[in-house]
């Protein structure tokens, strides 16, 4: 085979195009590995921080708890319930109670009627600025109007005039292809 000067140098220049391509394929190959090494190394810290700040916040809310604990026993001295303490049913505690005592005070007891001529245990609502009860419900023989494209679009144009105008075309639009 004679290689000629120029075919020489054309096949060089590939190969060195070649020897460039495949340097260039692995440093990004590389490249990536490096980039998804540094994003695991982030949600791991992300995921540390997190945890510390859990850590942080169990350590002062059972540090509170142990400032309370040692307030309690030197202050007030109260104790958790027991199971001791706890009653099993009704009729436990039907048992301990006493019959009333001669000097004992008579129970409260209260009243729950309705007014006669009243429907509602509620006092109606009252307006600040007219002083007459607002009805929260419709009268009973008022009737509603069905809404339609019309009465939509005259209410609407009452609103706004030109701009309320073009939503009320649209609206009536929509209205109209449902």
Known sequence: MNLTRDRARSLGWALILSVCFALTMVLTFRVNAVKSQVRLAERQIVALKKEKLFLE?????????????????????????????????????????KPRGADAPEPIRFANAVPEGEDSVFPAMVSPLTGKAIAAEAPVGATREATNAAGLKARLVRLDGDAAHKDADGAIRRISAE
């Open 57 to 97: 916040t169990e350590f002062e809310a059972r540090a509170s708890q142990q400032q309370l604990r040692n307030l309690n026993a030197v202050e007030f001295g109260y104790e958790a319930p027991g199971a001791s303490q706890y009653l099993e049913g009704e009729r436990q505690l039907a048992s301990l109670g």
